[in-house]
Antibody, heavy 115, light 107 residues
Framework: EVQVVESGGGLVQPGGSLRLSCAAS????????MDWVRRAPGKGLEWVGR??????????EYAPSVKGRFTISRDDSKNLLYLQMNSLKTEDTAVYYC???????WGQGTMVTVS | DIQMTQSPSAMSASVGDRVTITCRAS??????LAWYQQKPRKVPKRLIY???NLESGVPSRFSASGSGAEFTFTISSLQPEDFATYFC?????????FGQGTKVEIK
C-alpha cells in the first residue's frame, strides 16, 4: 500500500523549532519529488516547499513565507522526508501534510501549534 | 510569484445543481493546473490534472477546462458526497500556489 505518515507535530512557543518527519512506503521514494503542504485553521492550502528526487540532485524550493526559516531534507536510505522549522511564528500554526503532488500521494497530516 | 484568484470563496447549492468554479492566474501557466477536493478531516484528493484531465476513478460529473490564465471547474449535477472545499493549484512555476478555495455548502 502506498502511504506516507507524518510525525513530530505539537505545541511550540513562538521563536522555537520543530522537526517533522514523513515516513514513506509502498513506492520508490528516491524516484519521487516530495512536498510539504499546510492548511492553517480556517484557511486554504499553502504549499510550503519541495525536495526534488535523486535524479534532480535533491534540490529544494520553498514558499516565500518560510524561506530562510524552514529546511527540507530527506534520507532515501530510510524513506524519510524531513521538515526542519526554525524561528516559528504564530502564523505557522497549521496541519502539515507530507505529499507527492506529482503522484497525488498525501499523508494524514500532523498538527503544529505555535502559541 | 503567480497568484491564483479563485471564485467564489463559498457557495450554497442543492443536490442536482450545476456548480462552476473559476481560477485566474496572474500570469499564463499553460495547462499546468490541478483541481483538488478536500472534505473535513480528510486529505486533499486530486480530481483533475493538466487543466482538463479527469483522474482515474473520479465520476464523470466532474470536468474542467481552460489554459493560459483562465480555468473553470464544473460539477454537472451536485451529489450529496460533493459537499466539500475545492482548490486549484498551479504547478507551472515555483512557488507552487493554490487558489483560496471554494467551500460548497448545502442550500
Amino acid at each position: 500500500e502506498v502511504q506516507v505518515v507524518e510525525s513530530g507535530g505539537g505545541l511550540v512557543q513562538p521563536g522555537g523549532s520543530l522537526r517533522l518527519s514523513c515516513a514513506a512506503s509502498g513506492f520508490t521514494f528516491s524516484d519521487h519529488s516530495m512536498d510539504w503542504v499546510r492548511r492553517a485553521p480556517g484557511k486554504g492550502l499553502e504549499w510550503v516547499g519541495r525536495s526534488r528526487d535523486k535524479s534532480n540532485s535533491y534540490t529544494t524550493e520553498y514558499a516565500p513565507s518560510v524561506k530562510g526559516r524552514f529546511t527540507i531534507s530527506r534520507d532515501d536510505s530510510k524513506n524519510l522526508l524531513y521538515l526542519q522549522m526554525n524561528s516559528l511564528k504564530t502564523e505557522d500554526t497549521a496541519v502539515y501534510y507530507c505529499a507527492s503532488l506529482v503522484s497525488d500521494i498525501w499523508g494524514q497530516g500532523t498538527m503544529v501549534t505555535v502559541s | 510569484d503567480i497568484q491564483m484568484t479563485q471564485s467564489p470563496s463559498a457557495m450554497s447549492a442543492s443536490v442536482g445543481d450545476r456548480v462552476t468554479i473559476t481560477c485566474r492566474a496572474s500570469h499564463g501557466i499553460g495547462n499546468s493546473l490541478a483541481w483538488y477536493q478536500q472534505k473535513p478531516r480528510k486529505v486533499p484528493k486530486r480530481l483533475i490534472y493538466d487543466a482538463s484531465n479527469l483522474e482515474s476513478g473520479v465520476p464523470s460529473r466532474f470536468s474542467a477546462s481552460g489554459s493560459g490564465a483562465e480555468f473553470t471547474f464544473t460539477i454537472s449535477s451536485l451529489q450529496p458526497e460533493d459537499f466539500a472545499t475545492y482548490f486549484c493549484l498551479q504547478h507551472s512555476n515555483y512557488p507552487r500556489t493554490f487558489g483560496q478555495g471554494t467551500k460548497v455548502e448545502i442550500k
